[in-house]
């Protein structure tokens, strides 16, 4: 006996093929984001808006300062992500994979949470430590004036850019 298809299945598998297999890639995509924030507790759709804004959820991008994949990660931050996790450094080649570069990528966010956690914006100061570094955020966390949200007292232009860009995506303002 032959199983009919849902009407469900029918549309998604027309889809599917509309789109080229896209929809495969973007569940692909997707899947990893989701697996690298609940492995680091951070929200995937946060994961997600910062591979949104550092490449257009493109895993073989490349920065001009030597970032990689789809969530720019520098080669030392990868450094930096092994000697704390126990991990081996991660290859060049490595991390052009998708769920090496989700996985660092959650698990620097979810230092940066952590550090900045009894902030009123803990988010904003984790997506600048992202951005700028640590040494960075510490540092503007000091010359920060009364009644100005951190975001706005950004001294970097493209970090508080980058910072109001995902933050917008993530919150559904853009």
């Known amino acids: 006996m032959r199983k009919r298809l849902s009407n ?4 998604s598998a027309l889809l599917l093929l509309a789109l080229g297999g896209a929809g495969l890639w973007i569940h692909h995509v997707d899947r990893n984001i989701w697996k690298a924030g609940r492995k680091n507790g951070v929200d995937p759709l946060l994961l997600r808006a910062v591979g949104i ?3 257009r959820l493109n895993p073989k991008a490349v920065g001009a300062a030597g970032e990689i994949g789809m969530f720019q990660i520098m080669p030392n ?6 000697q704390k996790t126990g991990h081996k450094v991660p ?28 902030k009123e914006d ?10 700028a570094g640590p040494s960075r955020v510490r540092a503007w966390e000091d010359l920060q004036l009364p009644g100005i949200p ?25």
């Open 8 to 11: 469900l299945q029918i549309v």
């Open 53 to 55: 804004t550092e490449s």
């Open 77 to 82: 931050t990868a450094k930096h992500w092994a």
């Open 91 to 118: 290859t060049e080649k490595q991390l052009f994979k998708l769920r090496v570069n989700a996985n660092i990528s959650a698990w620097y966010l979810r230092e940066g949470l952590d550090e900045f956690a009894d």
């Open 122 to 131: 803990p988010t904003a100061y984790a997506l600048a430590y992202y951005n």
């Open 150 to 174: 951190f975001v706005e007292g950004i001294p970097f232009p493209g970090t508080r850019k980058y910072v109001t860009q995902i933050l917008g995506i993530y919150r559904g303002e853009k």
